[in-house]
């Protein structure tokens, strides 16, 4: 049986929005479980709006790989961080891409 998707609802700044940048959250996450972050925040200093990201059964799985490590402390933190991650990183892979892999 096929895994579903996973919504989740966190509060992100307009500048972190995006459906292109939420398409790459997958392999955003991934890469954070790697040890790589954000050099900064965007939109750090923006209002932060309640915003749905979807993730996909591997995307869900390093991001539960992240809120077991101490370095991150909720969910909203760490989606943030990989939401900058793939803004400074333009070229990164879709996260349907990252699903198949």
């Not at 209002?47 to 979807?54: A, G, L, P, S």
Request: aromatic share 6%.
């Amino acid at each position: 049986m096929a895994e579903q998707d996973t919504i989740i609802q966190v509060r992100l700044p307009e500048t972190l929005r995006s459906m292109e940048l939420r398409a790459r959250l997958g392999i955003a996450l991934f890469y954070l479980t790697l040890g790589r972050t954000p050099a900064q925040i965007p939109g750090n200093g923006e209002k932060r709006i309640n915003t749905k990201v979807r993730l996909g059964p591997r995307g869900k799985k390093c991001l539960d790989e992240l809120l077991a490590r101490p370095d991150y402390t909720s969910k909203n933190q760490i989606i943030l961080h990989a939401l900058a991650y793939a803004y400074e990183r333009p070229r990164l892979l879709l996260c349907s891409n990252f699903e198949n892999i």
